[in-house]
């Protein structure tokens, strides 16, 4: 009972046996005396231990003063009789209670039904005894939770003390049947709350925290609602700030509340300490924080805790890191199978017609939606109240949610929903806080898969794939390419300073590499701390949650320059992982896989061709390796159509995406289709051949997989040579390219003269001519020697940038060359170079930067 007697009710007395003074040596007349003289009630805990047994001097005592007490208790005789006696002093003070007809709460532990005693142990056969007279009962799980019953059935004996009424503020009604999938965490949260802490003054605080929309105010409006009857008050405030917090606790005195007569004063102050006070002398409470989403208020928040006792305040947050007073709880999304319930439930058909259209196929539909939505209540709720309203299908809410309908992502009914926010918009105030760094990360990965993406993606050490810059010259390389494609991005696209790492007396202390990967780190784990991703530290690996994701990719102004990003970085990514393939490279590409089919996906139904192609024909590479040709096959065929696209029919790089296809129809035995893509790839490799005077590196593998198949086909041996040598020269004129430059670019100076001097290098060295050149043989180390060293690296965008790197190759020297024109642009106030419509040519512009260059005859 320790927790009750140090809770400040100066009106009350709580008296212990252990601290009663006996009179002669005889405890059980003092006992006796105190119940009958002066006291209200009895708190009688039954535990495992029942005490000290009575004397038989004491027994003998009892039987003379209160003749009929064997009568009036006939079960206890045997006990009483008994030599010794087998009851306790502390199993006689309830029945001195009942005896004089003193109120008497009776409690045990709630672990009791769980671990009984056995039948014919005391405090067992002490405890069914009791039950036989219907006295009030009740279980406890630790000494805060026993204070608040405690508090809560005696309040009518000190009403100047306690209010008998329970003060409940809570701003949304219970969701009833429709509250699912919570009820692990709702115990969870229970457990935490009231277990034991040894002072009962203590504020027991806790936070749960996660991502926004996951449903933490919900399950806080839920639990209270669900445990009211164990507190002495209810309480609920808004703390998304300082301000805010101050204000909700000044109004907590008004009228329909505490009704505090403060409520009557016009300085805010003056209410706010009138609460507190309320809430110090009256223990037993509940108090919510909602929303406490910035750091500011979180700070506030942790400094009232100081200054509050006798309660439990629970506050709700999207930041996971806290200090050591509040224990932090992570709400998760909810299962897909409790999402389905719900969304069933929600838009049940209702009189009257409300509710969503029926179909037969219902359930499945529903299991289809919550997994689009992941599980998140917001996003459920929102589709729930909007098919409702609109009486539509779930079929038709997911068919308009994937093509990212922007009416369904913004619909929003404060009345009909009960959430202050839609889903499109319930993040923006997190990404206020964050900086230019992590909106920018954050921007990247909302083009990859909602999958976890590993951290060796990301140019992070990653001891799962053995990817350590420290320790590897190559992986540091990679590392800080991938930093400073990140680290431009954002100092681009918010004109900031780019983060890095530095010593603290502003000199870098660190590699780049190191550098790069503290600042990702750093604005990695911002990220988690704002819980907008989940961080696996033992996986090594991040995930964006699939709705933030849409809603990022829908609300960005420029969702082709990121998605050109997340595509470099995921080829970075694909060049590090290694050869598909190679059966040793196959644990780094597999966490691949999701986002390099996602990422190309999207740059295909945004005409991005490179890297597309290359990514589409590396991730069939390995799906072929792993003989799953079914997956493989669409994307040889989607590689393919967007190189001949870029490059037109006769490109040697469509001859490479020839002989992937046809090699996979060949070795899944479909000879006939794979022939005539074998003819064509031999042609245009002759061609080009024919063309530049060189061989292509890919064409003598690629004829050797022709000999196979006709082999397999049947042809004679001595016929095969004579079969490739009639496929290779095949007539067929080649598509020239100048004409697509001059397209492009226009057809002024200098670009066909920097064409023209790599030409000669490209022939001296062997190498195909540089427009016929694979997006795997970049020309940076020739436009390099030609153009200057490079300057700095920065993300290419549509249209003009992809285009000027489809024909001169994925070389940094074709960013150089923009970049330097951007700050040209900047200085005169004009646009950024790579958003220059494809109407104005920047061939002028080229020829204005770098000057005249030599016209050289093409060969």
């Keep these: 009972m320790a927790a009750v007697t140090r809770h400040p009710l100066p009106q009350v007395k709580v008296q212990e046996q252990a601290d009663l003074v006996q009179g002669g040596g005889k405890l059980l007349q003092t006992l006796d005396s105190y119940i009958h003289d002066h006291c209200n009630a009895v708190i009688h805990l039954v535990g495992r231990e029942g005490g000290q047994p009575l004397k038989p001097d004491e027994v003998r005592w009892l039987l003379d003063t209160y003749g009929d007490f064997a009568e009036r208790f006939p079960w206890l005789a045997p006990a009483l009789h008994a030599s010794p006696p087998t009851l306790t002093y502390t199993q006689m003070e309830a029945w001195l209670a009942l005896y004089h007809r003193k109120r008497c709460h009776l409690y045990q532990p709630s672990t009791w039904d769980q671990n009984p005693l056995p039948a014919g142990h005391l405090q067992q056969r002490h405890w069914e005894w009791l039950k036989k007279l219907g006295e009030h009962r009740g279980t406890f799980d630790d000494g805060q939770h026993l204070c608040r019953r405690v508090l809560r059935d005696l309040h009518n004996l000190w009403p100047g003390e306690i209010p008998q009424h329970c003060p409940l503020s809570l701003p949304y009604a219970s969701l009833g049947t429709l509250f699912k999938g919570r009820k692990a965490f709702l115990q969870q949260l229970h457990t935490s709350l009231t277990k034991a802490t040894g002072k009962a003054t203590a504020v027991v605080g806790k936070t749960v925290h996660g991502l926004g929309g996951v449903g933490k105010t919900r399950l806080a409006v839920e639990y209270a609602w669900q445990h009211r009857d164990e507190y002495s008050a209810v309480l609920f405030v808004t703390a998304d700030s300082p301000t805010n917090l101050q204000r909700n606790l000044a109004e907590l005195s008004g009228p329909l509340v505490l009704n505090l007569p403060e409520r009557e004063s016009p300085e805010e102050a003056v209410q706010m300490a009138a609460a507190l006070r309320w809430l110090n002398t009256h ?17 506030y928040a942790e400094d009232l805790l100081t200054r509050l006792q006798g309660g ?45 259209k029926p179909l037969p196929d219902d359930d499945q539909h529903a299991v289809a939606l919550a997994r689009e939505l992941d599980g998140l209540a917001l996003a459920l709720e929102q589709a729930g109240a909007y098919i409702a309203a609109q009486r539509i299908s779930l079929a038709d809410y997911l068919r308009r949610w994937q093509a990212h309908d922007q009416q369904v992502q913004t619909w929003y009914r404060a009345r009909e929903m009960k959430y202050p926010r839609s889903v499109a918009v319930t993040w923006q105030t997190t990404l206020e806080q964050l900086g230019p760094g992590e909106v920018a990360l954050l921007n990247i990965l909302a083009w990859f898969a909602p999958e976890p993406i590993p951290l060796f993606a990301l140019g992070l050490p990653c001891t799962a794939v053995h990817f350590d810059p420290e320790e590897n010259l190559q992986d540091a390389k990679v590392a800080e390419k ?12 918010w004109n900031a300073e780019p983060p890095a790492g530095s010593a603290g007396n502003g000199e870098r202390a660190d590699s780049p590499a190191q550098a790069g990967q503290a600042a990702l780190r750093e604005a990695l784990a911002t990220l988690a701390d704002y819980c907008m991703i989940r961080w696996e530290v033992a996986a090594d690996t991040v995930t964006v949650h699939r709705v933030v994701q849409e809603i990022l990719r829908s609300r960005q102004p420029q969702p082709t320059c990121w998605l050109s990003l997340a595509l ?17 490279t196959w644990p780094r590409w597999e966490p691949l896989r999701a986002h390099i089919a996602f990422a190309a996906t999207a740059a295909g ?29 669409p994307l040889c065929r989607r590689a393919l159509a967007i190189e001949e696209a870029a490059y037109g029919p006769d490109h040697p790089t469509v001859a490479t995406g020839l002989n992937n296809l046809a090699e996979l129809l060949r070795v899944t035995h479909r000879l006939t289709e794979a022939e005539p893509l074998f003819r064509r790839m031999a042609a245009i490799y002759y061609r080009s051949q024919q063309t530049t005077g060189h061989a292509h590196p890919h064409m003598q593998p690629s004829l050797e997989n022709y000999r196979h198949l006709l082999h397999a086909s ?14 290779m020269q095949t007539p067929g004129p080649l598509e020239p390219i100048t004409p697509e430059i001059e397209r492009l670019l226009g057809p002024t100076q200098p670009v066909p003269a920097v064409l023209a001097a790599l030409d000669e290098p490209y022939r001296r060295e062997h190498k195909p001519a540089v427009w016929f050149l694979p997006l795997t043989e970049p020309i940076a180390p020739h436009l390099e020697a030609l153009l200057g060293p490079s300057q700095i690296g920065l993300p290419l965008d549509q249209p003009v940038a992809s285009h000027l790197e489809k024909l001169l190759g994925p070389a940094p020297s074709t960013q150089d060359v923009l970049n330097a024109l951007d700050r040209q642009y900047r200085e005169q106030g004009k646009p950024p170079v790579w958003f220059l419509p494809l109407g104005e040519p920047i061939s002028p512009h080229l020829h204005e ?11």
Excluded at 852 to 858: D, G, S, V
């Design 283 to 299: 223990p037993g409470w509940l108090l919510i924080l909602d929303n406490v989403d910035t750091e500011e208020a979180a700070s």
């Design 605 to 633: 139904q945004s005409d991005i061709a490179a890297p597309t192609a290359t990514l589409l024909n590396n991730l069939a590479q390995l799906l072929h390796a792993k003989a799953l040709f079914t997956e493989a096959e």
């Design 482 to 493: 991938i930093a400073a494609l990140w680290r431009e991005a954002a100092a681009r696209l």
């Design 849 to 859: 930067l770098l000057g005249p260059i030599k016209e050289t005859k093409q060969a």
């Design 714 to 727: 049947g042809v004679p041996p001595d016929d095969i040579e004579q079969r490739l040598q009639t496929a």
């Design 312 to 356: 439990q305040v629970l506050i709700t947050s999207r930041l996971a890191r806290w200090g050591d007073q509040v224990e932090p709880l992570e709400l998760d999304v909810l299962e897909e199978d409790a999402a389905a319930a719900l969304l069933l439930e929600r838009t049940a058909p209702q009189n009257g017609g409300r509710g969503r």
């Design 568 to 584: 470099r970085l995921v080829g970075e990514a694909q060049q590090l992982a290694g050869h598909p393939q190679d059966v040793r």
